[in-house]
């Protein structure tokens, strides 16, 4: 009986200074640099418009003459001087405007000669004010090896056999290695060995 407990003795001192020189070991190969185990940054950028209703008054009281083309309004001479033939042209003014705020510029372009002639409107939409940046970091779930003691209690309606105490070893919820000591029957207790990976992840 004291050899026997003397065996189970050695075993288990084995079995646990087997789990801390692996422990060791693969503390060690951890120390390299892991790509899957970086950090994941995500960056979203995105434009707030800012929605306003203004309105603009056009009060351009300022005009440039000049003299248009009778059968050919886009036919337009700035002086007196450059036309040959004066009654194919005929006197009008221009009036050109600029309104701006902050987040438009509009620009008027109207050709009057008593009648309107012409008239354009063209506007210059300016860049968003503001921008909003959204940065999300994912860190990977991370795992920390252990040694648990833990115990059973079982058995059926019939029988009461089963009273246990363990060690387990877990690497960083990768694997785990268990020890179990079945204490029911003291004069012959039973020993159990286990191993396990994870399925998922």
Avoid at 29 to 39: L, M, Q, T
Avoid at 173 to 198: D, E, Q
């Amino acid at each position: 009986m004291i050899q026997f407990s003397i065996k189970t003795e050695r075993l288990l001192l084995l079995i646990i200074l087997a789990l801390v020189i692996c422990n060791l070991f693969l503390k060690q190969c951890s120390g390299f640099k892991n790509n899957d185990n970086k950090s994941k940054i995500t960056i979203t950028r995105d434009t707030v418009w800012q929605t306003k209703i203004d309105t603009f008054k056009v009060q351009t009281v300022k005009y440039k003459t000049v003299y248009v083309n009778k059968k050919n309004i886009s036919n337009i001479v700035e002086t007196k001087a450059d036309i040959k033939d004066l009654s194919l042209y005929e006197e009008a003014r221009v009036y050109k405007d600029t309104l701006s705020n902050d987040d438009i510029d509009i620009y008027s372009y109207n050709l009057l000669s008593g009648n309107l002639l012409d008239s354009q409107l063209s506007y210059k939409l300016k860049v968003p004010r503001e921008i909003t940046v959204t940065k999300v970091i994912e860190h990977p779930k991370t795992y920390r090896s252990g040694l648990y003691v833990f115990s059973e209690v079982g058995g059926n309606t019939n029988n009461f056999d089963n009273l246990s105490i363990g060690l387990q070893y877990n690497r960083k919820g990768n694997w785990f290695a268990s020890y179990r000591l079945n204490l029911n029957a003291i004069k012959s207790p039973t020993h159990n060995l286990g191993v396990g990976v994870r399925i998922f992840k």
